[in-house]
């Protein structure tokens, strides 16, 4: 079974940069698209960025130009590169990866990772 475990979440000053990490471990079939979502309290999880297997990308409007999402297929992670933070930006950082085999593909989620954006 595939295991995703994040890192790198933390605190940081407003106008600030962090970034966090996502390995997969364990059995996997393919890793192709991966992604960074976030959950903020009191609101729906959101999609912040994905990345797919031959680096294409895609990001929500709101962190366009700040955020960089990146991979090592190597490695199997991914990373999420966050300039210019800002407090809107304070949420938990869930790490997806969709795993595949053929025509079969699960969905995999890491366990999220605290990025708290405050002065």
């Known amino acids: 079974q595939v295991q995703l475990v994040e890192s790198g979440g933390g605190l940081v000053q407003p106008g600030g940069s962090l970034r966090v990490s996502c390995a997969a471990s364990?059995?996997?079939?393919?890793?192709?698209?991966m992604g960074w979502y976030r959950q903020a309290p009191g609101k729906q999880l959101e999609l912040v960025a994905t990345?797919?297997?031959?680096?294409?990308?895609n990001y929500v409007d709101s962190v366009k130009g700040r955020f960089t999402i990146s991979r090592d297929n190597g490695k199997n992670t991914v990373y999420l590169q966050m300039n210019s933070l800002e407090p809107e930006d304070t949420a938990v950082y869930y790490c997806?990866?969709?795993?595949?085999?053929?025509?079969?593909?699960?969905?995999?989620w890491g366990q999220g990772t605290q990025v708290t954006v405050s002065s």
């Open positions: 997806n990866a969709i795993d595949c085999s053929g025509t079969y593909c699960r969905g995999v």
């Open positions: 364990g059995r996997r079939f393919s890793l192709t698209t």
């Open positions: 990345i797919t297997r031959g680096g294409g990308t």
